[in-house]
């Protein structure tokens, strides 16, 4: 199956609650954000109510480690999870509380003039954050 090597590849066992995560947050073609309360929600309310939200944390917390998710914090207390892994930028709905892709050319040159001796720039990701 496609989710094994997955979760075998982020150090963890093939079990039928993993799989289930995996279907949820891979099993689609369009990007999927998420806070890990949220995805605990989706698998109880459409595939499994007994997932325990320490499986749903230690998994996507393993796929984040391994490079399968990206971690978009939000603020000191909110951290969602982002199923594209490519260095993108984002709106933040505060009001709704979604995270909402933003294409890099939709963002124009970003010049940062501070440098940190002996580190350079990996990559450089705006969070725009909208209000009505």
Do not use: W
């Given at each position: 199956?496609?989710?094994?090597d997955k979760l075998?590849?982020?150090?963890?066992?093939?079990?039928?609650?993993?799989?289930?995560?995996?279907?949820?947050?891979?099993?689609?073609?369009?990007?999927?954000?998420?806070?890990?309360n949220q995805l605990?929600?989706?698998?109880?309310?459409?595939?499994?109510?007994?997932?325990?939200?320490?499986?749903?944390?230690?998994?996507?917390?393993?796929?984040?480690?391994?490079?399968?998710?990206?971690?978009?914090?939000?603020?000191?207390?909110?951290?969602?999870?982002?199923?594209?892994?490519?260095?993108?930028?984002?709106?933040?709905?505060?009001?709704?509380?979604?995270?909402?892709?933003?294409?890099?050319?939709?963002?124009?040159?970003?010049?940062?003039?501070?440098?940190?001796?002996?580190k350079r720039i990996?990559?450089?990701?705006?969070?725009?954050?909208?209000?009505?």
């Amino acid at each position: 199956m496609k989710y094994i090597d997955k979760l075998r590849n982020s150090g963890l066992r093939p079990t039928k609650q993993r799989l289930q995560i995996c279907e949820v947050l891979f099993n689609t073609e369009k990007t999927f954000h998420f806070t890990i309360n949220q995805l605990e929600q989706k698998i109880k309310d459409s595939i499994d109510n007994k997932i325990s939200l320490a499986t749903v944390y230690n998994t996507v917390h393993a796929f984040e480690k391994k490079g399968y998710l990206k971690q978009i914090p939000i603020n000191s207390n909110q951290t969602y999870f982002d199923t594209n892994v490519t260095d993108h930028h984002h709106f933040y709905d505060l009001k709704d509380q979604k995270l909402i892709d933003l294409e890099n050319s939709d963002v124009g040159p970003i010049n940062i003039k501070k440098k940190i001796n002996g580190k350079r720039i990996k990559s450089v990701e705006v969070l725009v954050k909208l209000e009505d």
